[in-house]
């Protein structure tokens, strides 16, 4: 019995003693690099003049009258909700046969330029390469998709709210 647990002791010892090395450690060299694109950081919040005087001037290609944009500001300020007005403005806007939108025909014809147009119009800025692809992506995949519902969906994004 007294061999045995040497033997034991002796087979498995080589083992115990290849397990024990210290672990290397690999270091690799690598730069962090912070990633962002030109005219995406925008800090400063418009105000509620600002949101709906810019918006009208972007649909409209002009600026809005003073006795206007007073009544949409009253509008504006008497509700709590104000991601609900300020949508229920640019619907408005949108509803109007004189707002300047491309024709689907327009926008289906090219949609990159649509695309590129489009960000500079309510972002002002180029979009990245994943932007165009997914919102190109969503135009020719979805017939229901018009213009309208794109501006709608870049004129109430966050972005567009701040500058």
Request: aromatic share 14%.
């Amino acid at each position: 019995m007294q061999k045995m647990k040497y033997w034991i002791l002796w087979v498995l010892m080589p083992g115990l003693i290849q397990s024990c090395k210290k672990e290397e450690i690999y270091v690799y060299e690598v730069n962090d690099v912070t990633v962002s694109q030109t005219g995406a950081y925008k800090p400063n919040a418009k105000s509620d003049n600002e949101i709906i005087s810019i918006a009208y001037t972007d649909l409209f290609g002009a600026t809005i009258s003073q006795a206007d944009l007073d009544d949409l500001a009253l509008a504006y300020k008497s509700f709590g909700d104000k991601r609900m007005i300020i949508d229920m403005i640019i619907l408005n806007f949108l509803n109007d046969p004189t707002a300047q939108i491309p024709t689907d025909a327009e926008m289906r014809s090219n949609p990159d330029q649509f695309i590129e147009d489009t960000f500079k119009k309510f972002l002002v800025r180029q979009p990245n390469e994943f932007e165009k692809w997914f919102v190109k992506d969503k135009i020719e995949k979805n017939g229901a998709i018009t213009p309208d519902l794109v501006y709608y969906a870049f004129m109430t994004c966050n972005e567009y709210r701040f500058y």
